[in-house]
């Protein structure tokens, strides 16, 4: 964050009320949590599960410059406390945001999407780097409360901001534009996710759409031309999108594709990548990243160059190759459309003789869909080189049953109520020179799960 006093601060939130004996003290980060404030940092009391306003002493103890309430603090003694008062702590962050978002010279770029929106964001700022000075969301700051916090803490010298913009109800994703008025937008597609807030895949794809409506007026909206319904809603919602896809005739298109055990190959602008992460999704997500270089000023060559180097995403397709095993890891989220691609990462990587493990999590919030989607999974492990499924959860044995239905191979079955019942028997089920697939739902918890598979030892 570019320092700024706090009458600047409270000013920037439209707030009057504030201390003005502190009113030249200056702030020089954010944060809505006291376990971490820095000192130096405005502290937001948010009201959620806990409410912020009893740790405001906590935090201005650790050092911060200033604290924004709206009410009273539990157990703050001090009336000369520097303090900015607001009515609504959360929409005074969302205000400062947008504030400080349109008093920098930054160009936002904006992505979002039901799958993708992280690895695009991951590519897009790593590609970015070799030629500005780029900030990112940090981990998936996407809702209410990290878009905000993305913004805020992007420094004085940064050029580029990259943020992810996420929903599970309609009208966010045109709230966090309106916040964030980025200069260039992505839709990496719309699937079949959060149906308990959208009810179908039409008003998911109309929120995911809705990015456009703060985007600045001459900025690109990149949309995903594989999904037709999708590009037809942006066509009409909207007079130009760009459209990218692995069909030949869409403005932006990667051909040639080919998928390996863990890289994929694309040909992108005339020019063949190697892309260091499997599976097609992500040459989609690499080809929404170019769209966004190219239009910031970026080669090809450049990009090329630059995408060779791309670390691994933590929990996201990240592959792991452990005492005798070889481990999948992409237990952050989980919906139909990525378990279908992580299950095709699985199928590329299994050698000719090996054992395919796949820990299955619950996919949530999918609404009265939930258990017909999950018997759709079932197929698709079915048709998988899945030898040993370990189901964890209600709705992962809906996905065991449909796969025992519909399999035509010796397919080994193992159902969980919980991911720690899972991984005490975990140690029992798994073999030295197998390939584990982790994968669920982040309410899942299946990161235990991958611990425990960390620490096999086998006597080979």
């Not at 990112?136 to 803490?153: A, C, D, R, V």
């Not at 030898?387 to 209600?394: Q, S, W």
């Not at 193992?414 to 140690?427: G, P």
């Amino acid at each position: 964050m570019t320092p700024t006093p706090l009458k600047q601060l409270a000013h920037m939130m439209g707030s009057q009320t504030f201390s003005e004996a502190h009113a030249a003290l200056v702030c020089r980060g954010v944060s809505t949590d006291s376990r971490t404030v820095q000192p130096g940092d405005c502290f937001f009391a948010l009201t959620g599960e806990r409410d912020g306003h009893q740790y405001v002493a906590r935090a201005l103890e650790q050092g911060a410059t200033c604290a924004v309430v709206s009410r009273p603090c539990h157990g703050l003694d001090n009336p000369g406390a520097p303090l900015i008062q607001v009515p609504d702590t959360l929409g005074a962050l969302a205000r400062c945001a947008q504030t400080y978002r349109r008093q920098g010279q930054y160009t936002v770029v904006g992505i979002t999407g039901s799958v993708g929106k992280t690895s695009t964001r991951w590519i897009t700022a790593h590609c970015l780097k070799s030629k500005y000075r780029v900030h990112q969301s940090p981990k998936n700051f996407n809702n209410h409360i990290g878009l905000p916090m993305t913004l805020l803490t992007a420094g004085p010298t940064d050029e580029v901001i990259v943020a992810e913009m996420g929903s599970n109800a309609p009208g966010e994703i045109a709230d966090l534009s309106h916040m964030a008025e980025p200069d260039v937008a992505v839709v990496t597609n719309a699937h079949a996710v959060h149906l308990e807030g959208f009810g179908c895949l039409e008003a998911v794809m109309r929120e995911k759409i809705s990015i456009g409506q703060g985007l600045k007026t001459s900025g690109p909206l990149f949309v995903n031309a594989d999904i037709p319904a999708l590009a037809d809603l942006a066509c009409v919602e909207y007079a130009s999108p760009v459209l990218f896809g692995l069909n030949p005739y869409c403005d932006i298109p990667a051909l040639n594709v080919t998928t390996l055990p863990n890289s994929s190959r694309a040909t992108i602008h005339n020019t063949d990548l190697e892309i260091p992460l499997p599976g097609p999704g992500n040459v989609l997500n690499t080809l929404a990243a170019w769209a966004v270089c190219r239009h910031l000023g970026m080669s090809i060559e450049t990009f090329a160059e630059a995408i060779k180097t791309l670390p691994p995403i933590a929990m996201r397709g990240e592959t792991l190759t452990l005492d005798h095993l070889a481990l999948i890891c992409d237990c952050y989220n989980a919906n139909p459309a990525s378990m279908k691609n992580a299950l095709a990462i699985l199928d590329s990587q299994a050698k000719p003789d090996q054992r395919c493990v796949f820990v299955a999590g619950d996919m949530a919030e999918l609404g009265p869909d939930s258990e017909a989607l999950h018997e759709a999974l079932g197929s698709d492990i079915a048709c998988s080189r899945v030898n040993l499924l370990i189901a964890v959860g209600p709705l992962s044995g809906i996905a065991a049953q449909n796969a025992q239905a519909k399999t035509n191979k010796r397919l080994q079955i193992e159902c969980f109520e919980d991911t720690m019942s899972a991984c005490a028997a975990l140690k029992s089920l798994i073999q030295a020179g197998d390939l584990i697939l982790v994968k669920g739902s982040r309410s899942a918890r299946l990161e235990r799960a991958v611990d425990v598979l960390k620490s096999l030892s086998f006597d080979v």
